[in-house]
T-cell receptor
């Protein structure tokens, strides 16, 4: 079975520029998560989708970050405008549903903001 | 709020040495507990889990027991191998409500030398 796919794997931008990340979850997984992992820290949840609805976006900096999952499958995470402190690895994960199921993680996108 | 505390790293061991990585947590209710592993260049993978007090999770020779009285979930392995070199994350998932997000510790890097 194919795993969670993410692209790009690496991105370097200058501050105040925009960037978008894409995630394709495992087929049939209803729940999709975006995490931010800053160097030396554990991943932190940014947003959780159940199908195409948002379950939790309490830690998403909504003034600059946005995410969507329009058809309940693929998802995009956007940062506009980027700040230096947004440099991190952005991880996408999916699970069958939101009830205590194992989360499967993609390889992540490493973002560097200069 | 929920939090996970891991012992400071990094940890360097010789092959066949005994491994203990400490993890304690703070949570409301009765969370599920997890250990995730991140091998170099790869995404996070679930190593083992426990969903209630006194449960023991095990996989690939690793074990961890859910200790409610000490709010701990320490990871152990009797004889480490070079291939166990990776970053290890302790995490919890709150079992209340529809939100199943993972709260991670900072992670600890394990290096095993031949």
């Amino acid at each position: 079975e194919a795993g969670v796919a993410q692209s790009p794997r690496y991105k370097i931008i200058e501050k105040r520029q925009s960037v978008a990340f894409w995630c394709n979850p495992i087929s049939g997984h209803a729940t999709l998560y975006w995490y931010q992992q800053i160097l030396g820290q554990g991943p932190k949840l940014l947003i959780q989708f159940q199908n195409n609805g948002v379950v939790d976006d309490s830690q998403l900096p909504k003034d600059r970050f946005s995410a969507e999952r329009l058809k309940g499958v693929d998802s995009t995470l956007k940062i506009q405008p980027a700040k230096l402190e947004d440099s991190a690895v952005y991880l996408c994960a999916s699970s069958l549903d939101q009830l205590y199921n194992e989360q499967f993680f993609g390889p992540g996108t490493r973002l560097t903001v200069l | 709020g929920n939090s996970v505390t891991q012992m400071e790293g990094p940890v360097t061991l010789s092959e066949e040495a005994f491994l203990t990585i400490n993890c304690t947590y703070t949570a409301t209710g009765y969370p599920s507990l997890f250990w995730y592993v991140q091998y170099p260049g790869e995404g996070l993978q679930l190593l083992l889990k426990a969903t209630k007090a006194d449960d023991k999770g095990s996989n690939k020779g690793f074990e961890a027991t859910y200790r409610k009285e000490t709010t701990s979930f320490h990871l152990e392995k009797g004889s480490v191998q070079v291939s166990d070199s990776a970053v290890y994350f302790c995490a919890l998932s709150d079992r209340t409500g529809a939100n199943s997000k993972l709260t991670f510790g900072k992670g600890i890097t394990l290096s095993v030398r031949p």
